[in-house]
């Protein structure tokens, strides 16, 4: 094949020389070429602008055939099937030109086939989206990531979950539009079970629950076309940076989550980050474009719907509720407050509802009376029980005992669990050889009398001799008995 410059270069070549061969020695070429294209334009057949030439190829007679099958598959037979069948037709020709001519059919296909996409231009406080996401696995449980988009803001909301239920769906809107401060026109999403239970006649049957929420809400739930994701790119692609950013993976080389508590603080940290964000198509952050969306959103609820949640049960003063008769820890800052139990599966799920929305505060495995399910970590750090009780001075004396370090603290714990006598005096002995001896001598004698079991009258002093002692007689390294060996020194001469 030949660029238009190569043609015009031979043509020129031979229009200075008048000979097949002198042209084609000053083009780079064979004389046949030059022959070729000197008839081509002789005949009037040069390429146009834009036109590609190529030689005859043995899968010509066989491109109807070859377009025929891509256009039947809508473009997605696999060459090495075309391959396989135009054997049985007689081709002869390699695999490797199939696979070119494959490709240039299924090219002009997509060209004639490709979607239009007409440029949409919301308007504020119309649409909003959700999609769901897989996000990580915590301890080995699958978790998901709920995402929604507000269209004309351009702000996102990410929230984890534990499974994608209906009430976990309407949690999560609520909390969305809290967020945003007011209720969109529609919300539009795909055809899940928990939104719509059924398609007649391509017309989907809405879930009578949501459609109880909506209208809770005064908004409309509407469903992209079925297997069409492109119909709500705003909430995929929300989906899918959210996962890029959250889900640990050799490319952004995120640790995993050992706790739930860390994905929440993370998913919280990414909606930030985005929102603040400049984005690309408006120049405006997210959160800048809020100010203004909010203005055309319609009035929130004060109350969420609430009639998926489940049952109602008031937190005792030791963040616990009663549910089949079984005790059920919730986090202790919810404590004399109400909150809402429903069943899912083998678990209770309780729920809580703030300013912010509805939130998931606790998930417990169902158990039997007599068998309390209590989570840790709904608690604070406990405080010292009787056996990990620490010395703290109430008094001038005490702290001044205390000061000598831990030593003293540790003396202070065994001669209380011994039961010694006169601990006061001797407090106030130590105290004084202190001032003595160093109150880092009597702070090491004090540990060892500890660790020895040793509280009676003189013993502290002992104590404190013996380690003065020990460092007065210490033999240094520049005086040894150990013999030399200068006798050797002449030895085998």
Partial sequence: ??????????????????????????????????????????????????????????????????????????????????????????????????????????????????????PWIPEPGMWAQWDWGEGPRITGRRTNLFCAWLAWSRHRVVIPTFDRTLPTVIGCLDRAMRLWGGVPTYWLTDNERTVSIDHVAGIAVRNPVLVAAASHYGVTVATCVPYDPESK??????????????????????????????????????????????????????NEMLAEEALHLHRLPDVAYTACFGETRHVSWSATISYGGVTYSVPHTLADSVVWARVEGDELVVTYLAGKGATEVARHRLSTPGHPQIDDSHYPPRPPGALERQPKASNEAERSFLALGDGAHLWLVEAGAAGASRVKVKMAEAVALGRLHGREAVDVALGQAALSGRFADGDLASFIAAGEQRDHHRAGEEHSLQGGTSAWRGFGT
Avoid at 272 to 278: A, L, M, Q, T, Y
Wanted: proline residues 3%.
């Fill in 1 to 118: 094949m030949k660029s238009r410059e190569e043609i015009m270069e031979i043509l020129e070549a031979f229009d200075l020389t008048h000979s097949f061969r002198d042209a084609g020695e000053l083009a780079g070429c064979s004389h046949h070429t030059v022959a070729a294209w000197v008839a081509r334009r002789d005949l009037g057949q040069l390429p146009v602008a834009g036109e590609v030439l190529r030689r005859q190829r043995k899968i010509d007679p066989y491109m109807g055939k070859v377009e025929e099958w891509v256009e039947r598959s809508r473009g997605k037979v696999r060459a090495d099937v075309v391959f396989d069948r135009l054997r049985t037709l007689g081709f002869a020709g390699s695999e490797r030109t199939v696979r070119r001519a494959v490709r240039e059919a299924k090219t002009h296909y997509a060209r004639g086939n490709h979607r239009i996409y007409r």
């Fill in 233 to 286: 790119g705003g909430s995929e692609a929300t989906v899918r940076i959210a996962k890029a950013d959250l889900v640990p993976t050799e490319a952004n080389l995120r640790p995993a989550y050992s706790c739930w508590r860390e994905l929440v603080v993370a998913c919280e940290a990414f909606t930030d980050e985005v929102n603040d964000r400049v984005h690309r198509a408006t120049r405006r952050s997210p």
